[in-house]
Structure formats: structure tokens, C-alpha cells
């Protein structure tokens, strides 16, 4: 309730939600690098012996400090782009990181069709999949149910301004990437309990929740549609959507005002998130897939080909309005690129 009201107390509010990030950012890239180098120190090199040489709270803390102010200095150079540049700043530096292991992936691929470890037909249908599955996930990321938004006649001063229709969009995939990294961190927390347990018990529940096992996946699956209901009752609020339209004279056509239209957007919204809740696991389970079953060379899908594909269309989309205010011309002559927004 607290950051819900920060957030509608315009700059001010936001500055301080951005203030409150980067304390978080902080403390939480404290604890992951403690935890890192822990598991830094019990990693055994092949010729015997460890791979940290002198390990102890002095390599503990000179790891934390490195780890964090490198987060701290990519926090910095994000909050910089995004300033000055196009587009989000953090989302365009992850991108960056994920494009730029694509050439080696190619070379991979190549290498692997020369050794005769992959034949001709496989990588043929495996780069029709990834043009059919880049094709879905833009028609799903601009996918959304435009609920119609009647406005009735106002009298402002000694105008009066006619009724005007609208309509309000609710997107398929609200959640976005949230979901499946939600997901996977909870699914990545028992194998690093268990790492630190010598039970058979544990070790037993270390190999079943691992990477590419059924249970792992089912788990995956359903944590990944449970995030995707629940980051979507978090951000967004059918009341208050709906007393909003009725603040400025708004109604949805056959609905009354107040609380049976948000009864209304909440059905809407309930049903198209299964839709999309549905996509997003599919997405993220298809680089199991593609593994197991094709003996694919590289990681196509998850988080990361998400993040490529919607980064891409906001990009491209605040390149057209940049463009359009500039010149009244964009990339295309007719229509606009639409991002996920």
C-alpha cells in the first residue's frame, strides 16, 4: 500500500520507488555474491584441491565487493541510458548480453553439422521452429482484448463536449518475463539447500528438481501459471480501473458503473491470462525440448528469447515515435509499430 501510493504522487513518488530499487539492488547483490563465493569455495579443481587458493572470510568479502559495485556501476549505466538514450537502459544491456552470444551459437551449430553430429534436415527444421516460435511470441507480446469505453456527454465551463468510445486494452501476457525468472529461482533454492546436506534424502530431491527432469518441469509449469495469476492481481487493480472511468463519465456498454464493471474486467482478465500464462511456460519449457529430443547445440527459448523479442519491439516501437515527432515519417508508410504496451 505504501509503494501503491508512492507511485500516484507523480515524480516525486517515482524517485523515490527508483531510491528505494537500488537500496534493494544493493543488499540483495550482497547476499548473492556471499553465497556465490561459499559455492566458489566448495567447487573441487580436476587436479584435486580447491579453485579458490586462499579461501576464508578475505576472499568472502573481496568477492562481495566486486560482484556489487559491478551491479552497482550497471545499475548506473542503465539509469544513464534510459535518460539519454532510447528505450529502457537495463533491459537494452541485458539484451546486448544475450545478442551477443548468438555468433557463437551459429558457429556451434555449423561445427556440429560438418562433424555429422547434426544433420541437414534437423537444422532446417530446427530454423523453421525458431522463425515460427519468434513469429508467435510478437503476435502474443502485441496480442490484447480491447474491452469497448463509452463516455458520456460533459459540460465543462460553457462547453459541452460529446460522447466519445474508446476502449480498454488488457494484454494477453500482463505479467511478462516475471513469471518464469519467479519460477526458476524458487525451483533453484531446494538444489542449493541440498548441496549443503549429505542425506541421501537430499541428494535425492537434488537430483529430481534438477534441470530437465519431469518433476522439474512440471513444477516449472505450474509455478510459472501461478506467478502469471498472481503478478496480474498485483499490477493490476480492476477497482480502480473501473473507478476511474467512472470518475471521468466512462462506462462499458451493458455493465453498470462501479463495482460490477470491475467484476467485469476482473472475468476478462482471469480468462485471457490462461491464455497467456499457457504461452509463456510453453516458451520457456521448449529449450528442454529442443535439447533432449533434437540434440540442439544452443539454448533457444526461456527468459532469454522473451526478453530479446519484447526489448526489441519497445526499442523499435520508441524509434518510431522518436521518429514521428522529428520528421512526421517512420519506418513504415502505412501504420505504426505498436510495442508490448
Known amino acids: 500500500p505504501y509503494l501503491e501510493k508512492l507511485s500516484k504522487e507523480g515524480e516525486i513518488g517515482r524517485r523515490k520507488i527508483t531510491q528505494y530499487t537500488r537500496y534493494g539492488t544493493v543488499l540483495l547483490s550482497l547476499v548473492q555474491s556471499f553465497f556465490i563465493s561459499v559455492g566458489l569455495e566448495s ?11 586462499q579461501p576464508g572470510w578475505h576472499f568472502r568479502l573481496m568477492t562481495m565487493i566486486t560482484l556489487t559495485t559491478g551491479t552497482a556501476f550497471i545499475m548506473w549505466l542503465g539509469e544513464q541510458i534510459t535518460e539519454r538514450g532510447i528505450g529502457n537502459g ?13 555468433p557463437s551459437a551459429v558457429a556451434t551449430t555449423f561445427e556440429f553439422i560438418k562433424q555429422a553430429e547434426l544433420s541437414i534436415l534437423v537444422a532446417v527444421f530446427i530454423v523453421v521452429v525458431m522463425v515460427a516460435v519468434v513469429a508467435a511470441i510478437i503476435f502474443m507480446e502485441r496480442a490484447q482484448r480491447r474491452i469497448p469505453v463509452q463516455y458520456a456527454k460533459r459540460v465543462v465551463g460553457r462547453r459541452m463536449y460529446s460522447g466519445q468510445s ?7 501476457n500482463t505479467s511478462g518475463v516475471i513469471p518464469p525468472i519467479f519460477a526458476s529461482s524458487i525451483l533453484l533454492f531446494p538444489g542449493t539447500v541440498t548441496n549443503f546436506i549429505d542425506h541421501p534424502v537430499a541428494r535425492w530431491i537434488s537430483q529430481q528438481l534438477a534441470p530437465g527432469t519431469w518433476l522439474y518441469t512440471v513444477v516449472y509449469v505450474v509455478l510459472i501459471v501461478f506467478f502469471c495469476y498472481f503478478y496480474t492481481a498485483v499490477t493490476f487493480n480492476p477497482p480502480d ?5 467512472k470518475k471521468f463519465g466512462g462506462y462499458i456498454p451493458g455493465i453498470r458503473p462501479g463495482q460490477r464493471t470491475a467484476e467485469y474486467i476482473e472475468r476478462i482478465l482471469n480468462r485471457i491470462t490462461l491464455p497467456g500464462a499457457l504461452y509463456v511456460a510453453a516458451v520457456c519449457v521448449l529449450p528442454t525440448i529442443l535439447i533432449s529430443q533434437f540434440k540442439v547445440p544452443f539454448y533457444f527459448g526461456g527468459t532469454a528469447l522473451l526478453i530479446v523479442v519484447g526489448v526489441a519491439l519497445d526499442t523499435i516501437a520508441a524509434m518510431e515515435t522518436h521518429l514521428i515527432t522529428r520528421s512526421y515519417e517512420g519506418f513504415m508508410k ?5 510495442g508490448r504496451r
Open 90 to 102: 537495463i533491459s537494452l544491456i541485458i539484451f546486448a548480453g544475450i545478442v551477443a552470444a548468438m
Open 334 to 338: 502505412r501504420g505504426r509499430i505498436r
Open 166 to 172: 474508446s476502449h480498454l486494452p488488457l494484454k494477453i
Open 241 to 245: 480501473v473501473a473507478d476511474n472511468m
Open 43 to 53: 567447487i573441487e579443481a580436476p587436479g584435486g584441491g580447491g579453485v579458490v587458493f
